[in-house]
C-alpha cells in the first residue's frame, strides 16, 4: 500500500466546511486569447494573488502537471488543456527550483499521443520536460473517504512531491461541466476508469461522491483553470468553442468550481461534483467563504452558455419509485444515425457493456445502461448526444 509524501500539504487538506472561520481564495484574470506572453502574465498574476508559486513548490520538488489530455484532437478543438497554459506553468515551476513533468491518463491512446496532437509534446520538448501516461496503478487506501475506502491512483501521483491541477473548461454529459474536481479522475489509469462508473451505479450524486473523494485524496496543491476558450454544448469533445476569457486559479479546486459555476450562470444545483462535496464537507461552495481576487465575478460573467440536458426530477421521487420510473425521467444517450460511421467506439468504451451493433446502426439497452455518457464523450463523430427522458422532456424539466 503506498503512503503519500507531501502531497496535499498545501491543499484542500487544510480546507473542510467545518472549519467556519476559514476562506478559499481564487485568483482570476481576464485573457483574450492564447499568446503566450499573454498567457504567461494571467498565470502569474493569479498564482501571484495566491501568494507565488514559491508557496507550492520548493527547489527540487518533483511536480506533476495534471493536465487534461482527453483525447487526441488539435489544439483548435479545444478539447484539451492549452498548451501555452501548461507552458506557463513549467516555466513557473521551474522558476522555483521544481522539476515538473506532465501526465494523464486518456481513456483512448496514450498522453503521449494526445500531447502530440494538441500541442503539448512540442512545449514540452522545447521546455526539456517528461509527459507520463499513466498506466502504473497502485492501490492507495482511503478510509478517511466519505464512500470509496479504495482507489487505484497511477504510481507517477504518489512519486511526486507536488500536484498541480491543469483543467479545461467543459461542458460534460454526466457531470455538467468538467472542471477541476473531474479533472483529477485522470489519475485514475486509463481504461480502469469504467470500473468506477460501473462502482458508482447509476446515480449521478454517487459518481460524483466518488471524484470529490478522489480529489480530496490526491488533493493537488494548486489548481490553474484553463477558461480562455472553452467549450459549451456536446462537450466534452463534441462541443462549441465558447470564449470566456479567463484563467483561474486556487488551492481549493471546489471553491474554483463554484465561482466558474457562478461565471458561466450554472446554478449549484446542477452541478454534481459541488453537491457531493458541500454534503462530505470539502472545500467552499459558498460564495460567501470565497475571495475572488484579481478581476470581479461581476465583470467576468458570461451569457448564453450551453449546457447539456439534466433533469434532477428524480431526486425527489421515493427511493422505490425511482427505478420504475427511471427510463422515463433520467437523460440517456440519443443517437444521430445520420453522424454515425459504425466505428465502435461508443461501444468499446461503454462500461456496462449494453451498446450493440445491430444492422448497421448502434442499439442502446436503456434498461442497463448506467447515464455514465461515456459513449458520449468518447464518440469521435459527435453523433451521440444527452436527451432528456420522454416523460422529463413533456414537462420541460
Given at each position: 500500500m503506498f503512503i503519500f509524501g507531501r502531497i496535499g500539504g498545501y491543499g484542500l487538506a487544510r480546507i473542510k466546511e467545518s472549519d467556519s472561520e476559514s476562506i478559499s481564495r481564487v485568483g482570476i484574470s481576464r485573457c483574450k486569447d492564447y499568446d503566450g506572453d499573454r498567457i504567461a502574465k494571467s498565470v502569474g498574476s493569479c498564482v501571484d494573488e495566491l501568494g507565488g508559486i514559491d508557496r507550492y513548490v520548493r527547489k527540487g520538488d518533483r511536480v506533476l502537471l495534471k493536465a487534461n489530455l482527453l483525447i487526441a484532437r488539435t489544439r483548435d478543438k479545444y478539447v484539451t488543456t492549452d498548451p501555452e497554459v501548461v507552458r506557463a506553468v513549467i516555466r513557473l515551476v521551474k522558476k522555483a527550483g521544481g522539476i515538473p513533468v506532465i501526465g494523464d491518463g486518456p481513456a483512448m491512446g496514450s498522453a503521449e499521443k494526445v500531447a502530440a496532437k494538441c500541442g503539448i509534446g512540442e512545449v514540452a520538448r522545447a521546455e526539456r520536460v517528461d509527459i507520463i501516461n499513466f498506466n502504473r496503478p497502485v492501490d492507495v487506501d482511503n478510509r478517511s473517504g466519505a464512500t470509496f475506502k479504495k482507489f487505484k491512483i497511477d504510481r507517477a501521483v504518489l512519486e511526486s512531491d507536488v500536484?498541480?491541477?491543469?483543467?479545461?473548461?467543459?461542458?460534460?454529459?454526466?457531470?455538467?461541466?468538467?472542471?477541476?474536481?473531474?479533472?483529477?479522475?485522470?489519475?485514475?489509469?486509463?481504461?480502469?476508469?469504467?470500473?468506477?462508473?460501473?462502482?458508482?451505479?447509476?446515480?449521478?450524486?454517487?459518481?460524483?461522491?466518488?471524484?470529490?473523494?478522489?480529489?480530496?485524496?490526491?488533493?493537488?496543491?494548486?489548481?490553474?483553470?484553463?477558461?480562455?476558450?472553452?467549450?459549451?454544448?456536446?462537450?466534452?469533445?463534441?462541443?462549441?468553442?465558447?470564449?470566456?476569457?479567463?484563467?483561474?486559479?486556487?488551492?481549493?479546486?471546489?471553491?474554483?468550481?463554484?465561482?466558474?459555476?457562478?461565471?458561466?450562470?450554472?446554478?449549484?444545483?446542477?452541478?454534481?461534483?459541488?453537491?457531493?462535496?458541500?454534503?462530505?464537507?470539502?472545500?467552499?461552495?459558498?460564495?460567501?467563504?470565497?475571495?475572488?481576487?484579481?478581476?470581479?465575478?461581476?465583470?467576468?460573467?458570461?451569457?448564453?452558455?450551453?449546457?447539456?440536458?439534466?433533469?434532477?426530477?428524480?431526486?425527489?421521487?421515493?427511493?422505490?419509485?425511482?427505478?420504475?420510473?427511471?427510463?422515463?425521467?433520467?437523460?440517456?444517450?440519443?443517437?444521430?444515425?445520420?453522424?454515425?460511421?459504425?466505428?465502435?467506439?461508443?461501444?468499446?468504451?461503454?462500461?456496462?457493456?449494453?451498446?450493440?451493433?445491430?444492422?448497421d446502426t448502434m442499439v442502446f439497452d436503456l434498461k442497463g445502461c448506467i447515464r455514465c455518457f461515456c459513449c458520449q464523450e468518447m464518440c469521435p463523430h459527435g453523433a451521440i448526444t444527452v436527451g432528456s427522458g420522454p416523460l422529463a422532456k413533456l414537462l420541460r424539466l
Amino acid at each position: 500500500m503506498f503512503i503519500f509524501g507531501r502531497i496535499g500539504g498545501y491543499g484542500l487538506a487544510r480546507i473542510k466546511e467545518s472549519d467556519s472561520e476559514s476562506i478559499s481564495r481564487v485568483g482570476i484574470s481576464r485573457c483574450k486569447d492564447y499568446d503566450g506572453d499573454r498567457i504567461a502574465k494571467s498565470v502569474g498574476s493569479c498564482v501571484d494573488e495566491l501568494g507565488g508559486i514559491d508557496r507550492y513548490v520548493r527547489k527540487g520538488d518533483r511536480v506533476l502537471l495534471k493536465a487534461n489530455l482527453l483525447i487526441a484532437r488539435t489544439r483548435d478543438k479545444y478539447v484539451t488543456t492549452d498548451p501555452e497554459v501548461v507552458r506557463a506553468v513549467i516555466r513557473l515551476v521551474k522558476k522555483a527550483g521544481g522539476i515538473p513533468v506532465i501526465g494523464d491518463g486518456p481513456a483512448m491512446g496514450s498522453a503521449e499521443k494526445v500531447a502530440a496532437k494538441c500541442g503539448i509534446g512540442e512545449v514540452a520538448r522545447a521546455e526539456r520536460v517528461d509527459i507520463i501516461n499513466f498506466n502504473r496503478p497502485v492501490d492507495v487506501d482511503n478510509r478517511s473517504g466519505a464512500t470509496f475506502k479504495k482507489f487505484k491512483i497511477d504510481r507517477a501521483v504518489l512519486e511526486s512531491d507536488v500536484v498541480i491541477n491543469l483543467p479545461k473548461l467543459k461542458t460534460h454529459g454526466q457531470m455538467t461541466l468538467t472542471l477541476g474536481v473531474k479533472n483529477m479522475f485522470g489519475v485514475i489509469p486509463g481504461t480502469r476508469k469504467s470500473q468506477w462508473h460501473l462502482a458508482a451505479g447509476t446515480d449521478r450524486l454517487n459518481f460524483a461522491r466518488m471524484l470529490v473523494d478522489l480529489y480530496h485524496k490526491v488533493s493537488p496543491s494548486l489548481t490553474v483553470m484553463d477558461g480562455v476558450i472553452a467549450m459549451h454544448g456536446n462537450g466534452p469533445q463534441n462541443g462549441v468553442p465558447k470564449k470566456v476569457g479567463l484563467i483561474l486559479a486556487s488551492e481549493d479546486a471546489v471553491a474554483l468550481d463554484t465561482l466558474i459555476c457562478e461565471v458561466v450562470g450554472l446554478r449549484k444545483e446542477r452541478m454534481p461534483t459541488l453537491l457531493a462535496a458541500e454534503e462530505m464537507g470539502i472545500g467552499r461552495t459558498n460564495m460567501n467563504k470565497i475571495v475572488v481576487a484579481g478581476e470581479q465575478l461581476d465583470d467576468s460573467r458570461v451569457g448564453d452558455f450551453i449546457f447539456p440536458e439534466t433533469s434532477e426530477l428524480m431526486n425527489f421521487l421515493p427511493q422505490p419509485l425511482r427505478a420504475p420510473f427511471r427510463n422515463w425521467l433520467t437523460t440517456r444517450p440519443v443517437l444521430d444515425k445520420n453522424r454515425c460511421q459504425v466505428c465502435l467506439v461508443c461501444m468499446e468504451n461503454c462500461p456496462a457493456k449494453v451498446i450493440t451493433r445491430r444492422n448497421d446502426t448502434m442499439v442502446f439497452d436503456l434498461k442497463g445502461c448506467i447515464r455514465c455518457f461515456c459513449c458520449q464523450e468518447m464518440c469521435p463523430h459527435g453523433a451521440i448526444t444527452v436527451g432528456s427522458g420522454p416523460l422529463a422532456k413533456l414537462l420541460r424539466l
